[in-house]
């Protein structure tokens, strides 16, 4: 059983992609050829919508802060959107809260990338 998918959409010169269910050891490589894909597709930021992310292990954490690095190189911004409190805390307690940006919707995210 798959517990794990990401969906990907470009917004203008960014993308958006809806994470959905665990992000663990057997779905990070899954998550981190997603990300890849829209990292070299886009040329100013990458959303990733955490509204539907249940879980996340070590290793998911690895995959988000490969892409944050490669998101720091191309100098865009990567948004972590709608963290559930679970995955908010896990962020906080490990400081990545102060590293990797986050926003409450796409629409703030958008915004706060504008600046």
Same mark, same amino acid.
């Given at each position: ?15 958006? !992609?809806?994470?959905? $269910? *665990? /992000?663990?050891?057997? #779905? +990070? ?5 997603? &990300?890849?894909?829209?990292? @070299? ?5 990458? !959303?990733?919508?955490? $509204? *539907? /992310?249940?879980?996340? #292990? +070590? ?5 988000? &802060?490969?892409?944050?690095? @490669? ?15 679970k995955i ?28």
């Amino acid at each position: 059983m798959k517990t794990f998918s990401v969906t990907t959409d470009t917004i203008g010169k960014g993308a958006l !992609l809806r994470f959905k $269910g *665990e /992000l663990d050891a057997s #779905s +990070s490589v899954y998550a981190d050829n997603a &990300l890849e894909e829209a990292i @070299a597709a886009s040329s100013v930021f990458v !959303l990733i919508e955490c $509204g *539907e /992310l249940t879980y996340i #292990s +070590s290793a998911g954490l690895g995959v988000l &802060l490969a892409a944050f690095q @490669a998101c720091k190189l191309k100098e865009m911004d990567l948004v972590m959107v709608n963290m559930q409190p679970k995955i908010r805390n896990v962020f906080e307690i490990l400081g990545l809260d102060r590293l990797i940006k986050s926003a409450e919707t796409v629409e703030d995210a958008r915004q706060m990338i504008a600046k």
